[in-house]
């Protein structure tokens, strides 16, 4: 069992930047890899960035590539999400998530991660 919690979110200006966590507990954290997610108000949850491992290999979404960083730390058992420039579309609730143990691969469905953070909300004003 992994348990997630996030962390980070708040109001930002558009063109600002925030880093949110994610604080991992559970002796299979190191084995998988994970996912940031996001939720807009009357929209579905959509793929952000995930991450191996090793952190060797990552995926972005489109919209928020050469913006948006993710990396962890497998010591601190902590996944982080660095977001530069900032926009209104931006705003949303972010959701970190995990494949299940032992699966290191790259996957940007909801339905392939398992475990799941209860969200932090980041607000970006225009």
């Known amino acids: 069992q992994v348990q997630l919690v996030e962390s980070g979110g708040g109001l930002v200006q558009a063109g600002g930047s925030l880093t949110l966590s994610c604080a991992a507990s559970?002796?299979?954290?190191?084995?998988?890899?994970m996912g940031w997610f996001r939720q807009a108000p009357g929209k579905e949850r959509e793929f952000v960035a995930a991450?191996?491992?090793?952190?060797?290999?990552?995926d972005y979404a489109d919209s928020v590539k050469g913006r948006f960083t993710i990396s962890r730390d497998n010591v601190k058992s902590t996944v982080y999400l660095q977001m530069n420039s900032l926009k209104s579309e931006d705003t949303a609730v972010y959701y970190c998530?995990?494949?299940?143990?032992?699966?290191?691969?790259?996957?940007?469905?909801?339905?392939?991660?398992?475990?799941w953070g209860q969200g932090t909300q980041v607000t970006v004003s225009s």
């Open positions: 998530a995990a494949r299940p143990p032992y699966y290191n691969d790259l996957k940007r469905a909801v339905a392939e991660y398992v475990y």
């Open positions: 991450i191996v491992y090793y952190g060797r290999s990552t």
């Open positions: 559970g002796r299979t954290f190191g084995s998988s890899s």
